[in-house]
């Protein structure tokens, strides 16, 4: 049995990681899922146990039902309670809105949005259970402003903050909150390929952003903030004001 337990998807790599070592930091036992690095993710579960939590790496695809809900089911197997979730795990498939396949579509709709309704539903079971606990959605500045060449990822983004507010609304007098981050441009693997030095100019702060620049927001909304939920907070070194 855990005291303190947080589900961190897609958190072997960038983003998801770093939200895993704020929150051990946090005192929280983590489990770490990932869709197929298993490297990746030993060695996250390695040096969380680094830092004096329990940790375990936990393989399932978000972006399919029955696996997030067999997911969710072997974290509680393991630890007995989810005290906090973010909703992480997300890919890219950039193109064109007028030459974007189905499949891409698809993909990137399924990974970065169904999973959110896949993994939290039985996380809010277990949540409700506890009369406690909090999510955190990895939504984007995208999802906010839109953006040509990511008409698929922009839409899963800006459902992410709708499914925020709802779930904030509906989960408030359960004592669950809610909230979003909407990263800016992010160093993670995500954005290797992307000639980034080009953005900086935009950007008021003059830098890309950290994964540990957004795992501090997320320990804020997650642990810290206690009368705050349904807000989408943008970390993104001010580069949508
Ligand atoms: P990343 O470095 O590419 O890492 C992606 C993570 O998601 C990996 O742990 C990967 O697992 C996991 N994953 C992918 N598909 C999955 C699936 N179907 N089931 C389970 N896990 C899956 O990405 P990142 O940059 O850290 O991004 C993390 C989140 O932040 C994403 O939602 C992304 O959209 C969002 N975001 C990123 C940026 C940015 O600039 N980087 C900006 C705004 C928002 P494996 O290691 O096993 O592949």
Same mark, same amino acid.
Do not use: E
């Given at each position: 049995m855990s005291e303190k337990l947080a589900l961190i998807t897609?958190? %072997?790599?960038?983003i998801g990681k770093a939200c895993a070592i704020e929150l051990a930091k946090a005192g929280y036992d983590i489990a770490v899922n990932y869709a197929g690095n298993v490297d990746a993710a030993n060695k996250t579960v390695e040096e969380l146990k680094a830092l004096g939590v329990q940790a375990e790496a936990f393989k399932f695809d978000v972006s399919n039902h029955e696996e997030a809900q067999k997911g969710v089911e072997a974290v509680l197997e393991k630890f007995?309670?989810? =005290?906090v979730l973010v909703n992480n795990a997300g890919i890219t498939r950039d193109g064109l809105f007028m030459r974007m396949s189905d499949e891409n579509w698809n993909a990137v709709i399924n990974t970065n949005l169904s999973s959110a309704f896949y993994v939290s539903q039985p996380v809010v079971k277990i949540m409700m259970k506890q009369r406690s606990g909090s999510i955190v959605n990895m939504s984007s500045v995208v999802g906010v402003s839109g953006n040509a060449g990511q008409a698929n990822y922009s839409a899963a983004k800006a459902g992410l903050i709708g499914l925020t507010k709802t779930l904030a609304k509906e989960l408030g007098s359960r004592g669950i909150r809610v909230n979003a981050i909407a990263p800016g441009f992010i160093n993670t693997d995500m954005t290797k #390929?992307? =000639?980034? %030095?080009?953005?900086t100019d935009f950007i008021p702060l003059k830098r890309l952003g950290e994964p540990e620049d957004i795992a501090k927001a997320v320990k804020f909304l997650a642990v #810290?903030? #206690?009368?705050?939920?349904?807000q989408v907070l943008e970390v993104d070194g001010g580069l949508i004001i």
């Open positions: 897609g958190a %072997s790599r960038g007995g309670r989810i =005290d #390929d992307l =000639d980034t %030095s080009k953005f #810290d903030a #206690d009368y705050v939920t349904g």
